[in-house]
T-cell receptor, first 113, second 113 residues
Framework: NAGVMQNPRHLVRRRGQEARLRCSPM?????VYWYRQLPEEGLKFMVY????????ESGMPKERFSAEFPKEGPSILRIQQVVRGDSAAYFC???????????FGPGTRLTVT | AQKITQTQPGMFVQEKEAVTLDCTYD???????LFWYKQPSSGEMIFLIY??????QNATEGRYSLNFQKARKSANLVISASQLGDSAMYFC??????????FGTGTSLTVIP
């Protein structure tokens, strides 16, 4: 039973480019969460999605960031026009239901040059 | 307001000894969940243990136990018989009724042979 998959594991983008991060939840999980971890800090919640629905995006920056979880395929976190401050590890987690424990993917480390 | 506080940025423990990692939380909700995650140097987040706010017994998972003191709003992680592989960052997290997670800043544990 595969765990949460994230790709790519490492992503390098120049300022102004777009970054697209993918997350495939664990089999049977329909809830996906995205977190950002800046160096030397804990994880900060960004967005919580179910299939085709954004449940809570209170942690998402208002501009340049968007997330989706389509009916088919992985969840996507998209960052447009990246800036150096976007450099961080982005973790995806999934859960079976809204109140159950979250299982994390290995993370995508984004570096903006 | 900070929801989760981990006051120990770094801890050292002798191999085979027990160690306690502190975590206090702040909430006015009656229903919440408390979690501990381990993040080794490879970067992934590994779920360790969960305690529900209504659980009367302290959670245990193998060598991990959670010392839950509800009145003091603390949820300390106890690792017994430390092993070299336990060296990692440890994050305490709280889930609120809206299923949003809040993470502490982490404690770096080093196990000394």
């Amino acid at each position: 039973n595969a765990g949460v998959m994230q790709n790519p594991r490492h992503l390098v983008r120049r300022r102004g480019q777009e970054a697209r991060l993918r997350c495939s939840p664990m089999k049977g999980h329909s809830h996906v969460y995205w977190y950002r971890q800046l160096p030397e800090e804990g994880l900060k919640f960004m967005v919580y999605l179910q299939k085709e629905n954004i449940i809570d995006e209170s942690g998402m920056p208002k501009e340049r960031f968007s997330a989706e979880f389509p009916k088919e395929g992985p969840s996507i976190l998209r960052i447009q026009q990246v800036v150096r401050g976007d450099s961080a590890a982005y973790f995806c987690a999934s859960s079976h239901g809204g109140g159950s424990e979250q299982y994390f993917g290995p993370g995508t480390r984004l570096t903006v040059t | 307001a900070q929801k989760i506080t981990q006051t120990q940025p770094g801890m050292f423990v002798q191999e085979k000894e027990a160690v306690t990692l502190d975590c206090t939380y702040d909430t006015s909700d009656q229903s919440y969940g408390l979690f501990w995650y381990k993040q080794p140097s490879s970067g992934e987040m590994i779920f360790l243990i969960y305690q529900g706010s209504y659980d009367e017994q302290n959670a245990t998972e193998g060598r991990y136990s959670l010392n839950f003191q509800k009145a003091r709003k603390s949820a300390n992680l106890v690792i017994s018989a430390s092993q070299l592989g336990d060296s990692a960052m440890y994050f305490c997290a709280m889930r609120d009724p809206g299923n949003q997670f809040y993470f502490g800043t982490g404690t770096s544990l080093t196990v000394i042979p």
